[in-house]
Structures are given as structure tokens and as C-alpha cells.
């Protein structure tokens, strides 16, 4: 297009910019698993590697501090992958009448990219 066309017609050549646009960052939910005196450890083991993918290493250590301290992080994720994996350990945990629990808490988020 020629500078006469945009200066001639509706179009304004100072409003054919773009607009930055700014993008957040998703906020990130930490799981947490919490201590009951009443779920077996092989269980709570089995959960950690069956639906968040740790070793059986990794899922041991994170048992054993629940067990010690009342509760242990198992990984932070965004909201929707955080609430599907909650909702499936409380699933697990009821079909097979144990009375584990997982809360999310939030980790961080909202920052600008």
C-alpha cells in the first residue's frame, strides 16, 4: 500500500501498530499429602507412583515424611492437572476404603511473561 492510500483513506498510519500482549503465567498448585494413622504405607507408595509417575524411591520419601511430619508435598501442577489428581487419589483411596487425603495449596502464579 502506498503512504497516500493510508493517509487518504479511514485508516490512520499512527493506529496500525500492534498492541503488546502481555501474558500470565498460569498459577501452580502444590498437592500435598496428608498423614492418617489408618492407610497403609504400601498403599500411599503404590498411589504416589501409580497416579503422580515417581519412583518407587521417590514415593517412599515422600510417604515417610508425611508420616513424620503430618504432611508432604508430592509436586506442584496447574490447576486443572492438580484437581484430576487429587480427584483420583481420593477415588483410588475410597474404592479400596482407605481414608487418604490430598489438598492443593497454591504455590505461585500470576506473574507476567
Not at 501409580?50 to 509436586?75: Q, V
Request: with cysteine.
Amino acid at each position: 500500500m502506498s503512504e497516500e492510500k493510508l493517509n487518504s483513506g479511514s485508516l490512520d498510519a499512527d493506529n496500525l501498530t500492534q498492541e503488546k500482549i502481555q501474558l500470565k503465567k498460569p498459577d501452580m498448585y502444590r498437592i500435598v499429602l496428608l498423614n492418617d494413622d489408618y492407610t497403609p504405607r504400601d498403599f500411599v507408595v503404590w498411589i504416589i507412583m501409580r497416579i503422580f509417575y515417581k519412583t518407587e524411591d521417590e514415593s517412599n520419601r515422600i510417604m515417610l515424611e508425611a508420616h513424620k511430619a503430618g504432611k508432604s508435598t508430592i509436586g506442584v501442577y496447574t490447576f486443572d492437572i492438580a484437581k484430576t489428581k487429587v480427584t483420583q487419589v481420593e477415588q483410588l483411596a475410597e474404592k479400596y476404603e482407605h481414608p487418604l487425603k490430598c489438598i492443593l495449596e497454591v504455590e505461585s502464579g500470576g506473574d507476567k511473561g
